[in-house]
């Protein structure tokens, strides 16, 4: 991606604009031939360090262009050269960078109570951008690249009537906060009003002076038409870690200056820093809880894992498991059939008695009605009748009793016989084992007896190694690629 011609001109007449005490007309001719090469980058060259741009000019002097045909060819090399110190720089910047203390990814609440805020930390604890504020992302003023990636959308705020006022926070390492605000009407008699807060206070906030005057230089707007004011706490930082808090709370308060509405910036972190500071690590515990209910409200639930079983099931389980449902469906079976063999046995005592009974009662009135009918003919067949009866009943009875007495003594017999041999055949098992276990015990010395088996796999004979093998990597000229 290349920068947009705006850009890409700008970038051309502020080098002409600063340097065109030193380049003749080649010279500027070979600039705009680099200047072009690094917008086709997406490398604004005017933005870049200082000693990048003074290295880049004194090249480019020491070429001679008036004394060379090929400009094109050398802004190609020159070019190269210019991209190799670029890469030099930024080395040099991440090693002053990891400098300025230990890099952790952790939220603020979850780290050391006296650690540095670090760039998340900034931008979790920074206010948002709401109506005509913006508030840009944090700037690494020692790593040029750092600019470079807002130097466009810092452009556009300026000149976008739509924003006011602007905020930026200056790091790492030392944390400091610049607030830029624009005149209602752009003339040139009016200024922008920048303040450059530092938490030690005004006089370290000076240092700020060239970098961010440099900066919007290169957005357009020189320094001649900015008024400056350097500021700091009512009570400025005492220890070595928390300048990020005090620049994060100055800049809810200037939120709450600039007219933003009261969801837009943290009160408590204002309180905090015009009464007490940090005396007694106050301010960093109030960041610390405001980070803590950041992270809270903004995590997403993770999905609950499916609950997996210690073990998977093999086959034996699932042998063991149709086995005992099979042991409980034999059980439901025998006892159902032993409930019905129950009540089919008082069932069949029944109707055997009654049958007996009836049939008994039935034979004898007959026989005694036919006996009174000969015997004493008129009255007596009805009194035979029933005199016989009640014989054949009594009989019945009698005979009945004594066939159902006899048949339960038998079938008791019979059941003691059937649970004795169940006994024995559940015992077998066990003596079985007993016996097993005895004699294992008795003798020791086969325990002892170690076992010896040939190995799983074992290497060929050295007669059957083919020597023309092409898998052998020990062999000189097939070892791997």
């Given at each position: ?20 005490d030193?380049?003749?007309?080649t010279?500027?001719?070979?600039l ?58 930024s080395?040099l ?13 952790e ?45 466009e ?24 906060g ?82 933003a ?28 809880e ?82 009174g ?6 009255f007596?067949?009805?009194i ?28 008791q ?59 052998d ?9």
């Amino acid at each position: 991606m290349s920068l947009s011609k705006e850009i890409q001109e700008a970038s051309l007449k502020s080098l002409i604009h600063d340097y065109k005490d030193q380049l003749n007309e080649t010279d500027i001719k070979l600039l705009e031939f680099i200047n072009n090469l690094a917008a086709a980058d997406d490398i604004p060259l005017y933005t870049q360090d200082q000693s990048i741009i003074n290295f880049l000019i004194k090249t480019i002097k020491e070429s001679k262009s008036e004394q060379n045909s090929d400009l094109q060819n050398t802004s190609h090399l020159i070019y190269g050269l210019v991209i190799r110190e670029m890469e030099v720089q930024s080395a040099l910047n991440r090693q002053r960078h990891l400098q300025q203390g230990r890099f952790d990814e952790e939220p603020l609440h979850l780290r050391n109570e006296r650690d540095q805020l670090q760039d998340h930390d900034m931008t979790l604890l920074m206010p948002k951008s709401q109506g005509n504020i913006d508030v840009m992302a944090v700037i690494n003023r020692y790593d040029p690249h750092s600019a470079n990636a807002i130097i466009e959308a810092l452009a556009n705020d300026i000149y976008n009537p739509e924003f006011q006022h602007i905020v930026i926070p200056v790091g790492p390492g030392h944390w400091r906060g610049v607030y830029l605000t624009k005149p209602m009407i752009v003339t040139d008699e009016v200024k922008y009003d920048l303040e450059l807060f530092d938490p030690y206070g005004p006089q370290g906030a000076a240092t700020l002076d060239d970098y961010i005057l440099d900066l919007l230089a290169r957005c357009g707007i020189p320094k001649e038409r900015i008024n400056i004011r350097h500021t700091g706490p009512k009570l400025p930082r005492g220890d070595a870690y928390s300048c990020g808090d005090f620049t994060c709370a100055h800049s809810h308060k200037k939120m709450k200056e600039f007219g933003a509405p009261k969801t837009s910036y943290n009160q408590i972190l204002i309180d905090t820093l015009d009464n007490l500071g940090n005396e007694n690590d106050v301010l960093r515990l109030a960041t610390r809880e405001e980070t803590r209910k950041l992270i809270e409200k903004n995590k997403i639930n993770s999905p609950i894992p499916p609950k997996v079983p210690d073990r998977l099931p093999n086959k034996d389980d699932e042998n063991k498991d149709e086995i005992a449902k099979g042991q409980s469906k034999e059980e439901a079976r025998d006892s159902s059939s032993e409930k019905k063999s129950k009540l089919s046995l008082a069932a069949r005592i029944g109707l055997f008695i009654g049958g007996s009974t009836l049939v008994s009662g039935g034979i004898g009135a007959v026989i005694g009605g036919l006996l009174g009918f000969f015997l004493l003919p008129g009255f007596g067949a009805p009194i035979g009748a029933v005199i016989g009866a009640a014989i054949g009943v009594g009989a019945g009875l009698l005979v009945t009793g004594m066939a159902s007495l006899f048949w339960i003594r038998s079938r008791q017999t019979s059941n003691t016989q059937s649970s004795e041999n169940n006994t024995m055949t559940q015992e077998a098992p066990g003596l079985k084992s007993h016996k097993l276990d005895k004699s294992h015990k008795q003798s020791p010395e086969i325990d002892k007896e170690p076992i010896h088996s040939p190995p799983l796999f074992s290497s060929p004979a050295k007669e059957t190694l083919v020597e023309d093998d092409s898998t052998d990597e020990l062999k000189p000229g097939h070892g791997p690629k």
